[in-house]
């Protein structure tokens, strides 16, 4: 393998999260844009604005399935790239590159042609009614054409950081939000496309992020490369893959699992007014959240190069300044609500009872926010040392284990009050669960520290 690797063990962990993290972070908040920059036109198309948001928040839970695919073979095939190229094997992580295509593009793919079979049935089944429904119709059979390249352009993008180049990661989702934006208001309002015009230009966009980490993965530029006889399906790699791969999937199948729970309970408690609402919020917290999820695609190659390398301080360092950075994040994005939240709600909607209605749910969606940061990044430290259950778990406590149960409870009590407030008890709990599994893998990595050091010391 190229040496241009070694600075992952060498330079300081807080330049190297710096250097990993920043980039992925502008590249996280530029891809949320694709769905908020969407949502933002369409709350503001004449007459219908308010039912068109509440059309594509009705899918929603439908667009999380499909990114949980992008998810499990993205995640999964960079953390294994990040550990082989820690021990020195280009040639393994050049197999994982190629079979992760194949992989993805057949999960994207089935999952297309199944929509297409029972669209109908699927809009109505996660909240949708007969003033909804044709808007959600139009945006989501125009979006699920393009689950192959927006799968594949993220698998690639993942791949692209584990290459040790988090610049042109970013790079790649700035080009295709770029794309998206300029053609949003030609196609919404230019060409009078309406939903359909949003949907088919943020096709257009991903098809381009796609064409991009294909030309970086067959240039100079690129340390691995995309080669023709590592694009097959390898049943090793591809169960690798997905053994890690598994905890993204797991929380992002738990969020559209979530999403569509939300979407019933809103629909019976607050009608489609409050799913337009939820619509709006989500977008919101999608932006507050993406930053942390940024910071976890840099520092998960830190984590996975250096425990490949047996760097055990750099691993424990490179977690504690990774959940420190994201806590500031959340505590900056807790305030920003708290002060400003009207001004972001503004930014969707000019609905006097749309406006009012999202407002007040949002100032309780954030009410532990602060904390969020801590149990996401641990999360990922698992994922990307080999520990994929332990991360798996993490995930599921708070999107399934404890999150569901707290819907069904709290909404019955409280009706949609209790759909606010179900989001913060939830974090609340998985962060104490996370805690606890964090403290004891610490001591495990002092453990694992002094075995290295009594085998340095005998030889």
């Known amino acids: ?18 250097k990993f993290s920043l980039p992925a972070v502008v590249g996280m908040i530029v891809n949320a844009l694709y769905n908020v920059v969407d949502r933002i036109y369409i709350g503001h198309i004449e007459k219908v604005g308010h039912l068109a948001i509440t059309g594509v928040g009705v899918i929603f839970p439908v667009m999380l399935l499909s990114f949980a695919f992008a998810l499990l073979v993205g995640l999964g095939s960079s953390a294994n790239i990040s550990l082989y190229l820690g ?78 180049n988090p610049k042109m990661a970013m790079l790649t989702l700035l080009i295709g939000t770029f794309v998206n934006v300029i053609l949003d208001p030609i196609f919404i309002f230019g060409l009078d496309m309406g939903v359909r015009g949003a949907a088919l230009a943020t096709i257009l966009s991903q098809m381009v992020s796609f064409l991009w980490t294909i030309y970086y993965f067959t240039s100079s530029k690129s340390v691995m490369k995309l080669k023709r006889k590592n694009i097959v399906l390898h049943f090793d790699l591809s169960k690798r893959v997905i053994a890690f791969g598994s905890s993204s999937f797991g929380v992002q199948v738990g969020v559209s699992a979530i999403n569509y729970i939300m979407n019933i309970i809103l629909r019976q408690y607050g009608g489609d007014l409050s799913i337009g609402a939820m ?55 807790f305030l920003s609500i708290e002060l400003f939240s009207q001004y972001w709600i503004v ?113």
């Not at 945006?139 to 950081?161: Q, W």
Request: charged share 20%; with cysteine.
């Open 1 to 18: 393998m190229s040496l241009s690797h070694n600075f992952l063990e060498q330079e300081s962990i807080g330049k190297l999260l710096w």
């Open 87 to 164: 021990k020195k094997e280009k040639d393994r992580a050049e197999q994982f590159l190629g079979n992760s295509l194949v992989l993805g593009s057949i999960f994207s793919f089935a999952f297309m042609i199944l929509l297409f079979l029972v669209m109908k049935k699927v809009i109505y089944l996660v909240g949708g009614s007969d003033l909804s429904y044709p808007y959600a119709k139009q945006y989501l059979e125009i979006v699920a054409i393009g689950f192959l390249p927006m799968t594949l352009s993220y698998i690639l993008n993942a791949a692209i950081r584990a290459d040790g």
């Open 347 to 459: 930014l969707f909607t000019k609905e006097e009872s749309l406006l009012h209605l999202a407002e007040y749910g949002l100032r309780r969606q954030v009410l532990v926010f602060p904390i969020v940061g801590f149990q996401i990044v641990s999360s990922i430290y698992f994922q990307a040392v080999g520990k994929p259950k332990l991360s798996f778990l993490i995930s599921m406590s708070r999107q399934i284990l404890v999150l569901i149960p707290c819907l069904f409870l709290l909404s019955s009590i409280w009706g949609l009050d209790g759909v606010w407030y179900a989001s913060p008890l939830s974090d609340f709990i998985a962060t104490i669960v996370t805690f606890i599994l964090i403290k004891r893998e610490l001591k495990h990595l002092e453990y694992l520290k002094l075995e290295k050091e009594r085998e340095e010391t005998i030889e």
């Open 279 to 333: 619509a709006i919020i989500q977008s919101i917290m999608s932006l507050l959240l993406m930053p942390i999820f940024g910071i976890n695609q840099g520092v998960q190659p830190i984590l996975g190069y250096n425990y490949g390398a047996r760097r055990y301080d750099r691993v424990k360092e490179a977690l504690f300044k990774g959940i420190g950075a994201a806590s500031v994040i959340c505590i900056i994005g």
